[in-house]
């Protein structure tokens, strides 16, 4: 038995490599207990789930090749996962990134030689130009692009660098710790991405059991979206659709973070002739909340209206329905009165439906939906009615907001 400790690079980092070792160390892992920004792990050295591994690298393999299509890899529930994280378009970073998960399972050692309690400074994982670490790349850490802020000013730095396991833990963190929520807009300027990455973290001491049934609410394939969704949204769209348990007997946090790019066309100011694109990428915003009542909320709505996950996924089809999925999501988590955002989903469903008005009404998605919507309004009132205070531990960050390019 061995006590090992993630190395403290930041919380949503050191969450994807607690994540990680999970899933590969399975049930070797014996407790897991969060203390600040890091997570303290108790486990045996033999890891159990060494399959997570040679599926990774196997695609890793395979995606090697740069001639295997973008289609392909969007089937993917593996490198297609990290893929849709990334919201660098520049053509070497994906290939680079794989070729680095490649490397570092060439050299995995087992974690409990490598993550002690001076890991980071043995390694001098920092902010590095060293050829022998890896790039941590936007989606991985949020904070570490290649330009930071310091006294209102944006710096250029070096990108945040790490060794091979963090690197690979973090990786298999986003497979199999988050759900992925990504929009992609082409407006005559280029085009815009916003990613809304979603993990669920024990906030108190637990067992690796705890961690992969949490695991089990948000793997699979990433969500593409043709609309925007705000991250309180992002939460409550994937609790909807994805699996279904009542009680977690331990407390959890959702962390989310948002990353974004956007394109422009700007003019060369030498010679006024040409234009030259430029792509703005920075990671946003992250909540983290606590959301024990929140899977219960969503639980027994789905147990009393079993279409419930259908319902938000026609609201999440363009920008009028994404904000009444937010206004949603902001009475489900404060506990306001439920009437007002009900009203306003009913006048949008009929609105929506009689712009199809060559559809009739019993095909029409939008004028069912319209129909039902005041028993989904009575069940909401009825479950809301036995949670009084609003969910607690709400926390946003807006200080992350970091540049790169
Ligand atoms: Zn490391």
Redesign the pocket.
């Known amino acids: 038995m061995a006590i090992i400790y993630t190395?403290g690079h930041n919380l949503i980092t050191d969450s994807l490599i607690m994540h990680g070792i999970v899933r590969l160390y399975g049930d070797s892992v014996r407790e897991i207990e969060r203390i600040g920004e890091k997570y303290k792990i108790e486990l045996i050295e033999d890891p159990k789930n060494k399959e997570a591994l040679e599926i990774l690298a196997e695609e890793a393999e395979i995606y090697a090749d740069k001639s295997i299509s973008k289609a392909f890899l969007g089937s993917s529930t593996i490198l297609g996962k990290i893929n849709i994280s990334n919201i660098n378009e520049s053509p070497k970073v994906f290939p680079k990134w794989v070729s680095d998960i490649k490397n570092s399972i060439e050299n995995f050692e087992p974690v409990t030689h490598?993550y002690t309690s001076e890991?980071?400074s043995k390694?001098k994982?920092e902010r590095s130009r060293s050829s022998k670490l890896y790039t941590l790349h936007l989606p991985l850490s949020l904070i570490y692009g290649k330009y930071s802020q310091s006294d209102y000013k944006v710096i250029k730095d070096s990108y945040y660098r790490?060794?091979y396991?963090?690197f690979l833990f973090s990786n298999l963190g986003i497979i199999y710790g988050t759900s992925i929520v990504r929009t992609d807009k082409r407006t005559s300027e280029g085009t815009n991405s916003v990613v809304n990455i979603l993990t669920l973290i024990p906030v108190e001491k637990v067992r690796g059991a705890d961690v992969l049934l949490l695991q089990r609410f948000v793997e699979g394939k990433g969500i593409k979206l043709d609309v925007e969704l705000t991250v309180l949204a992002s939460l409550l769209y994937v609790l909807s659709i994805g699996e279904t348990i009542y009680h977690v007997s331990f407390d959890v946090e959702c962390l989310v973070w948002q990353l974004r790019r956007s394109e422009r066309k700007i003019k060369k100011e030498i010679n006024q002739k040409g234009k030259t694109e430029k792509a703005n990428q920075r990671g946003l915003e992250t909540i983290s909340i606590k959301i024990n009542d929140l899977l219960e909320i969503i639980a027994r709505i789905k147990y009393e209206f079993d279409d419930f996950p259908k319902f938000i996924g026609l609201l999440a089809r363009d920008e009028d329905g994404a904000y009444l999925l937010h206004q949603l999501a902001e009475t489900l988590v404060f506990r306001h009165d439920v009437y007002p955002v009900i009203r306003n989903i009913s006048t949008y469903l009929l609105d929506r439906y009689s712009k199809e008005e060559k559809i009739k009404c019993d095909d029409s998605q939008y004028c069912r939906y319209a129909k039902k919507v005041h028993i989904l309004a009575e069940i909401l009132s009825d479950i809301l009615s036995k949670y009084r205070l609003p969910l607690s531990g709400i926390k946003e960050n807006r200080e992350f907001q970091k540049f790169t390019t």
Do not use: A, G, R, S
Request: aromatic share 10%; proline share 10%; charged share 20%.
């Open positions: 190395p490598l890991h980071k390694f994982e790490v060794c396991n963090c």
